[in-house]
Nanobody
Framework: QLQLVESGGGLVQPGGSLNLSCLVS????????MSWYRQAPGQQLEFVAL???????IYADSVKGRFTISRDNPRNLVHLQMSKLKPEDTAVYSC?????????WGQGTQVTVSS
């Protein structure tokens, strides 16, 4: 069974940076399509970014040029480097693994952008 554990959330000032990581265990990491989603209070779940050996990287328009997704296959990690953060980036960020029609989610990590 796939397990995903996010880390790296916290409080940051507007314009600051934060790096999130997601550690995956339980399957061959290299074949997984990995992505980050976020959900702000009272809002719907929102796609943030995806990384995959076939699709490359894909970003939501709201984060293009500010966020970078990457994966470290030997360490089973996917990272989300966030810069130029805005208050509207405040949300619970969750990583997701996709394989054979199934989605697997981590528990999420809180990111708060506030002065």
């Amino acid at each position: 069974q796939l397990q995903l554990v996010e880390s790296g959330g916290g409080l940051v000032q507007p314009g600051g940076s934060l790096n999130l990581s997601c550690l995956v265990s339980g399957d061959d990491f290299t074949i997984l399509v990995m992505s980050w989603y976020r959900q702000a209070p009272g809002q719907q779940l929102e796609f943030v970014a995806l990384v995959d050996q076939y699709y490359g990287t894909i970003y939501a328009d709201s984060v293009k040029g500010r966020f970078t997704i990457s994966r470290d296959n030997p360490r089973n990690l996917v990272h989300l480097q966030m810069s130029k953060l805005k208050p509207e980036d405040t949300a619970v960020y969750s990583c997701k693994a996709y394989k054979d029609g199934d989605d697997y989610w981590g528990q999420g990590t809180q990111v708060t952008v506030s002065s």
